[in-house]
């Protein structure tokens, strides 16, 4: 078992696009950790640069304490499962999986036990003859898995490895895989553009944006407090709202301006009067039908959009249109007349200009 450790990492491809642009992430042993970001933003190149597969054009990774910046990948003790599984078609699950251990020599009898021991923590039992063409998305799935972890390399690197399964096998896999990391404890570095996926599996996520890193944190954190708009926006089923805002006088407690009226907020050192954007989100906000004590907004609904077990409701305050989650059997009808507010630590501040809290 192994940690990561990043520092100042650049990978430069010889177009010059500069696809991962100074990089520090430390990664801790046993830890499920993923890379999320928009597509394009260098997260599978941050990850064929870990395994060795690129070139750093600048600063170190070092796995398990080692500076294995310089090293080939096949000494990284690095496990790496491809968005497109890179089965052979030609060989059977079993010959698939014990691949790397024939490479590096591995006697018989031993890639036979192991193909055993891994094809039944996979659930491919009674697969192990077929060949990769005979198998379900799922199935090609938990073999490149399989593969991966009979390499009993130190860390495991996954790019999209549930991107090709459709909705409902994804969901099943997802859970399998979250029970898969925790009884092996191996520490594995997950890159996914579904926020929900990262949201819903890693200890912590580096959110990416153009190759580098804007915010780092446990889901919680990167959930409930974004560190920007990027990431606000990036972040959630329900878009955050964002919404212009200008700090209130003191005189009016911790408040901010925004449409029609005023949220609670927590000022702190943001002066009076001083522009902001306001992040709001709809799971956060209330809504009621009569008065509310302290700062709140009045509106109007305008649409309502069942979720599931709760509706997104859109409110117009005042010509600004902003979203509310409330439950199922509280939706309001159109053009009911309504109140808005939050609580106090659930608005939060960002500069009008750089974005950030
Ligand atoms: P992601 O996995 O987040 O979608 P990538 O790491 O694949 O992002 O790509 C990051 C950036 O690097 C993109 O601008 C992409 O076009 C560019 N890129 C990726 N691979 C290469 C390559 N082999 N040569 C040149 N540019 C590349
Ligand atoms: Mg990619």
């Given amino acids: 078992?192994?940690?990561i450790d990043i520092e100042g990492l650049a990978t430069v491809y010889p177009n010059g696009v500069r696809a991962v642009d100074g990089l520090d992430l430390?990664?801790?042993?046993?830890?499920f950790f993923a890379l999320l970001g928009p597509s394009g933003c260098g997260k599978t190149t941050l990850l064929r640069t870990i395994a060795g597969l690129e070139n750093a054009s600048e600063g170190t990774v070092r796995i398990d304490v080692a500076?294995?910046?310089?090293?080939?990948?096949?000494?990284?003790?690095?496990?790496?499962?491809?968005?497109?599984?890179?089965?052979?078609?030609?060989?059977?699950v079993s010959e698939n999986i014990t691949y790397p251990l024939k490479v590096r020599r591995v006697a018989a009898a031993t890639r036979t036990a192991t193909a055993g021991r891994t094809s039944s923590e996979l659930s491919l039992q009674g697969l192990l003859e077929r060949r990769p063409g005979q198998l379900s998305g799922g199935q090609q799935q938990r073999v490149a898995l399989a593969r991966a972890i009979a390499s009993e390399g130190k860390v495991l690197l996954l790019d999209e490895p549930l991107s090709n399964l459709d909705a409902r096998l994804r969901l099943e896999a997802r859970t399998f895989l979250k029970?898969?990391?925790?009884?092996?404890?191996?520490?594995?570095?997950?890159?996914?553009?579904?926020?929900?996926?990262?949201?819903?599996?890693?200890?912590?996520?580096?959110?990416?944006?153009?190759g580098r890193l804007r915010q780092l944190g446990s889901p919680r954190e990167v959930f409930a407090r974004p560190a920007n708009t990027f990431v606000a926006n990036f972040i959630g089923s329900t878009p955050m709202n964002l919404l212009d805002g200008a700090v209130a006088a003191v005189s009016d407690g911790g408040s901010v301006s925004v449409a029609n009226g005023s949220l609670p907020a927590a000022t702190g050192s943001v002066p009076a009067g001083a522009e902001v954007t306001v992040g709001v989100r709809p799971e956060y906000l209330t809504l009621?039908?009569?008065?509310?004590?302290?700062?709140?907004?009045r509106g109007e609904v305008v649409v309502a959009e069942n979720l599931g077990t709760s509706s997104l409701v859109s409110v117009d305050c005042g010509g600004t249109l902003i979203g509310v989650t409330v439950p199922e059997?509280?939706?309001?009808a159109p053009g009911t007349s309504v109140v808005l507010t939050a609580p106090e630590q659930r608005v939060l501040l960002y500069d009008r200009e750089s974005g950030e809290l």
Avoid at 180 to 199: C, K, P, S
């Fill in 1 to 3: 078992m192994a940690g």
């Fill in 26 to 31: 430390h990664v801790a042993d046993g830890e």
């Fill in 67 to 92: 500076d294995v910046t310089r090293m080939e990948p096949g000494k990284r003790g690095v496990a790496m499962v491809f968005q497109d599984y890179a089965l052979f078609p030609h060989m059977t």
């Fill in 179 to 210: 029970k898969l990391q925790r009884d092996l404890g191996i520490t594995t570095v997950f890159v996914t553009h579904d926020q929900a996926e990262a949201l819903a599996l890693a200890d912590r996520i580096a959110v990416m944006q153009n």
């Fill in 288 to 297: 009621s039908d009569g008065d509310v004590n302290g700062p709140s907004l």
């Fill in 329 to 332: 059997e509280s939706e309001p």
